[in-house]
């Protein structure tokens, strides 16, 4: 677990994330968090079933790199957005980051700070030199988070920019 000024960042294992998935308050009685609001896009509900669920059932590989890390905020005790790491580091060194915010606690920095926490934890694994990450170019909020935590855009496509923070 990594912890911040005002988040605990809980890596979820196989079982949990299976219960995130349900959304029927499992995972929070669990983990003994107030109830929250959220949903899951179909986007992310793609990604869990088609690579997130399936890498870290996968024994041979580090689950961390490949699990959702959910955020609570330990005032309220609720968890208010989540991240993934997309695998495990490739030849350069890198590892991609996704991430996103409940829609009611969007607004109070919940995600800048979770960036920076996982960018703590990455500089302390062995073999991660970079954080790389892409967000829709009409997602201000979402780059601006990495721009908060000092990544550098490195390139562009019609519909995202790309960034990179060099560790």
Not at 112 to 132: D, H, L, N, S
Request: aromatic share 8%; proline share 2%.
């Amino acid at each position: 677990m990594i912890e911040t000024k005002r988040l605990l960042l809980r890596p979820l294992s196989y079982e949990q994330l299976v219960k995130y998935c349900k959304c029927d308050q499992s995972l929070e009685r669990e983990l003994n968090l107030n109830d929250s609001i959220r949903t899951i896009s179909a986007e992310l509900k793609e990604a869990l079933e088609q690579t997130i669920l399936p890498n870290v059932a996968d024994t041979s590989k580090n689950y961390l790199f490949s699990t959702l890390w959910t955020a609570i905020a330990k005032e309220e005790n609720v968890m208010v957005g989540d991240l993934c790491i997309v695998g495990e580091p490739n030849e350069h060194g890198e590892i991609e980051i996704g991430y996103g915010t409940y829609e009611e606690f969007q607004g109070r920095g919940f995600m800048t700070e979770m960036v920076a926490g996982m960018i703590g934890w990455a500089k302390t694994q062995p073999g991660v030199k970079a954080i790389v990450a892409s967000t829709d170019k009409s997602n201000i909020a979402s780059f601006k988070v990495l721009q908060k935590n000092g990544f550098i855009q490195t390139g562009t496509t019609d519909e995202a920019f790309h960034w990179k923070l060099e560790l």
